[in-house]
């Protein structure tokens, strides 16, 4: 998924994926303020800080097996996290048992792989 303009390659996917993250961070502020109690308070700043990280692996991931693994933790991981707390308000239940613990491992795991992915060999 790597197009190839006059600039450096990047990925459409991660790229997209950033977007995505900045535009849900924005409407979960905006849901927190007006909503009271609720868990978008968390999930905002969790999908903000997310989005410049997945934009910038999106220029990384071309060029990087390991830095694609680490992005794709790191979203695996934010889905679970935020998907869950963000059901918990909606519906009052889970996504299912301990989603929510799991996609903050990945998501910490995630940012172990990117961060050991400079010491690999880039493809």
């Given at each position: 998924m790597s197009i190839h303009n006059n ?15 900045g535009a849900l961070a924005i409407a ?96």
């Amino acid at each position: 998924m790597s197009i190839h303009n006059n600039s450096q390659p990047r990925n459409i996917l991660f790229g997209t994926l950033a977007g995505l993250c900045g535009a849900l961070a924005i409407a979960a502020y905006a849901g927190a303020a007006h909503g009271g109690e609720n868990h978008l308070s968390t999930i905002a700043p969790m999908l903000l800080g997310h989005a410049p990280a997945l934009l910038v692996l999106s220029l990384i991931i071309p060029n990087s097996r390991v830095a694609n693994i680490g992005g794709a933790l790191l979203v695996t991981g934010l889905v679970l996290f935020c998907g869950d707390l963000y059901m918990r308000d909606v519906t009052g239940n889970r996504l299912f048992p301990m989603a929510a613990p799991t996609g903050g491992s990945l998501m910490i795991f995630g940012w172990l792989v990117v961060g050991i992915s400079c010491w690999f060999k880039r493809t």
